[in-house]
Structure formats: C-alpha cells, structure tokens
C-alpha cells in the first residue's frame, strides 16, 4: 500500500511539472517571446503580442495547477510526517513559493481588469518575477530535499537547482507556444517538441523522488489510513483525469486557431 500512495504522489509531481512547467515557462520568458513574434513581423503592438501569448496558456492554468492541490492533499494524508518535516525544514523556500504563486495567479486575473497600458504592462513584469521565482523557488526546494535538508536552502548548490529548473521550464514554455499557436501544417512537429519538452521538464522531480524512494517509504501513514484514503481519492480520480483530458482536448491549436482570441477571464 506504501508503494502505492508513493506512486501517486510521484505522478502526480511529475505530471505538476511536466504540465505546469509550461504556464511558468511562458510567464518568464513574457517579454522575450512577445519581442520574437514581433521580429518575425507578426502584425500589432507589443502589448498584442503578449496577451496572445498569456492567451495560449490561460485555459491550461487552472486545470494544471490541480495538479500541485492533488500532490499536497496526498502528502498530508498518505506521508504526514514527511509533511510536516518539509514545512519546517524550508520555510523560507515554502513562502517564497507561496507568494510567488499568488502573484502569478494575482497577475494572470488582474491584467484585463482594467484598460490602460500602464496597469497592463506592470501585471505583465509581476507575472514574469512571479513566474521566476516559482520556478527558482522549486528547484532550492529539490535540491534540499535531495541534500537532506540542510541549514541553508539558498545556498550555491540550492541556487545551481534554481537555475536548472528555471531553465527546463524556459525550454518547455518555448516548446509549448510553439504549439498552441502553430499553423497550417505544423502542429504535429510542435507536438512531438512539446512531448520532448515535458519530459525534459518532468526530470528535476523525477530523479530526485527515486533517489528518495526508500526514505519517503519510511515516512508513510498506517496502513488503516492509508485504506481510508483509498476509499476517499478513488472515486474522484475519474472525474480528474476527465476534466484535464477534457481541456487539452477543447483547447488544443486545431480547435483554438493559434488562440487569436484572448479569453475575458485572463
């Protein structure tokens, strides 16, 4: 049963990563691809340019972020202890994510609120910090994790993580604009890049979470939890898996037409 719960929580980080990875990729490289598509003489504004470009990730976002929600939920009740130890043992890195997080998401809903290219362009520099910091925030946290915890999280080997993470999550959202907003004819080479690109995005958990297999083994919950955390996840996990098939599906590049369109909500 601990290998199970185990494995969930594995899937569940590298499918945060392998999805989610491409929303905070995009958000730090805002305002280099936005400067792309305008010397490859795409018509517009720079401002047009980046609200297509938050356009193509906006339907994702929610739907990825699950993701992390699911990944928590299953730490709290099927590892309690390892939860409490990882809280404790970064706390700065875990506030950092946090804030990161909520000003990412602050900026993705409050950039269209109001008209006027000074409030949009100052939403636009808070998404791509924020988008920054998440992907740095999570590559000192593996780093410790993978060192034991150590006294000092940003330190240079926890920065060396950062940096990688930061740089997976570049390639992916670089891959995945290029899919969602492929033309005639080129979806399928963007597809098999963005395929590439998920995996590539998906190893600095991966890796880290086999090394660690035997430790968080020890830290799994009785097995009379663990089975009453069975009978409360199983009959969800359907509904979950439809909804983000449901959303790739809906808003793929053959159905959205290169997202011209910017969605009200972001």
Avoid: K
């Amino acid at each position: 049963m601990e290998i199970i719960w185990l494995a969930v929580l594995a899937a569940l980080l590298i499918g945060y990563f392998a999805l989610e990875g491409f929303d905070i990729g995009v958000g730090m490289l805002l305002p280099v691809l936005s400067r792309a598509r305008e010397r490859a003489g795409e018509p517009g504004p720079p401002q047009r340019h980046r609200d297509r470009l938050v356009a193509a990730m906006a339907p994702f976002v929610l739907a990825n972020e699950i993701w992390l929600v699911a990944a928590v939920g299953t730490l709290i009740g099927a590892f309690p202890s390892l939860e409490g130890e990882v809280i404790s043992g970064l706390y700065s890195v875990v506030v950092a994510l946090l804030v990161s997080w909520i000003l990412r998401d602050a900026a993705l809903w409050f950039r269209r609120r109001m008209d006027g290219a000074a409030w949009r362009a100052f939403w636009d520099a808070v998404l791509c910090a924020a988008s920054w910091g998440l992907a740095l925030s999570w590559g000192v946290a593996l780093a410790a994790l993978v060192r034991g915890l150590p006294g000092t999280a940003f330190d240079a080997a926890g920065l060396l993580g950062g940096a990688v993470v930061a740089a997976v999550f570049a390639f992916h959202g670089r891959a995945f604009v290029a899919w969602r907003l492929a033309g005639a004819g080129e979806t399928r080479p963007a597809a098999r890049r963005l395929w590439l690109s998920a995996v590539v995005a998906a190893l600095p958990v991966a890796v880290p979470l086999v090394a660690m297999a035997p430790a968080l083994l020890d830290h799994a919950a009785s097995p009379a939890a663990l089975g009453v955390l069975n009978l409360i996840v199983l009959p969800v996990t359907p509904i979950l898996v439809g909804a983000q098939v449901w959303v790739w599906r809906t808003f793929g590049p053959s159905r959205s037409a290169g997202a011209a369109a910017v969605p009200s909500f972001f």
